[in-house]
């Protein structure tokens, strides 16, 4: 039995994505959980086919936590599908928020097969979505009560994880909506979901979902220090601003213009070096207006040569692209997208950021002595 995650914010589209399956696959199931009754101190399951729902259950929470039911819930259920022998796929349709990530790694470690994932979109919602700041809770969408994420980063993982993006016909989308879609995950493959009676688009979707899905490729390829990120694009008003530089930042410089650089794009993400901490790669994610920088680990050139035989092979191969003979693979990587975006003015206050000629020059052990800024964002 095949396993397929269908996921994403827009729910409308989830929902006709996952119709189109069922009526495209013969022997095909949806199996959902129900995150929205969670109040009421359960998870409700539902199982069905093309031709509507086929039985229902409850689950109780775990540790006052939605999505920890659904982990303990989910895997067992696939299971006892896969043993009736009756079902060729099984599509597991998320609820809003929950993330195709976490959903996929927990299958796959049940022994179960995933040979897609999905993010469905409807164009028009797009930057809606990325510009929504508010955090899940307050939508009604938290899957824990310790759930402390936004609508805009979640969506944004939900999106940039999938290879295969289900897009659905919306009236209310433009090119500069499509334009968006395809630079903020460039490498996805798009299949459009249309009028129904279209087979050309049926039998896209179902290629695309039953075409294999590697979950270390897909957790790597999201990972800040080996992330393919989006390459420079302009075109139908959207813009990619790739920055790469070889100096770091000077922290509180950094600090200060953090506001200013968040609300530039709708979304940006990627990799930098802070000088007063040389041997960290930091974390940049920010949608929504909203910024979270974390520590990722060492940079590779702050290792010993003996320590290199333990990093994944992708993390080596994406650091000898970055190499520097001096700095390694420490560099600023950081890649900004959105519509109207000022791509002089961001770049302006990027190099402003970097340690000057003199503050270079000093050296290593001088940036160290350089003012933690960033210490109480990190919560060092």
Known sequence: MSVVIVGGLHADARRTTVARLLADVPGS??????????????????IG??????????????????????????????RRLADDGST?????????????KAMAEVVVA????????????????????????????????????????TVAD?????????????????????????????????????????????????????RAVLAGFDVESAAAAQHPACALLPADADAHGVSTFVWHRRRPFHPERLYAALEDLTCAAARSRGRFWLADK?????????????????????WLASLPDAAWDMVPPVRRAAAALDW???????CQHLVFTSPGLDRDGLAHLLESCLLTDAEYAAGRAAWKRLPPAFDTLLEV
């Open 154 to 206: 979640t969506f944004a993982r939900q999106l940039e994880y999938a290879p295969v993006l289900a897009v659905v016909d919306s009236e209310e989308a433009d090119d500069e909506d499509r334009e968006l879609l395809a630079q903020l995950h460039p490498t996805a493959r798009q299949v459009r979901i249309g009028p129904a009676g279209r087979a050309d688009a049926r039998s896209a979707l179902a």
């Open 49 to 78: 086919d093309a031709t509507g729902i086929l039985a229902a259950g409850e689950t109780p929470l775990v540790d006052d936590c939605a999505c920890c039911a659904l982990r303990e819930d989910l895997v067992p259920e696939l």
């Open 324 to 330: 520097h003979a001096e700095h390694g693979d420490c």
């Open 29 to 46: 199931v949806v199996l959902h959980h129900d995150l929205s009754t969670a109040g009421a101190g359960t998870v409700v399951r539902t």
């Open 278 to 298: 040389p041997d960290v790669l930091f974390h940049w994610d920010a949608a929504g207006g909203a910024l979270c920088v974390e520590s990722a680990g060492p």
């Open 88 to 100: 060729r796929l099984a599509v597991v349709e998320l609820w809003d928020s929950v993330e195709p």
């Open 110 to 149: 049940g022994g179960l097969t995933v040979t897609g994932v999905v993010t469905a979109v409807d164009p028009a919602l797009l930057l809606p979505c990325l510009g929504n700041g508010d955090d899940l809770a307050e939508c009604g969408l938290a899957a824990a009560a310790t759930d402390r994420r």
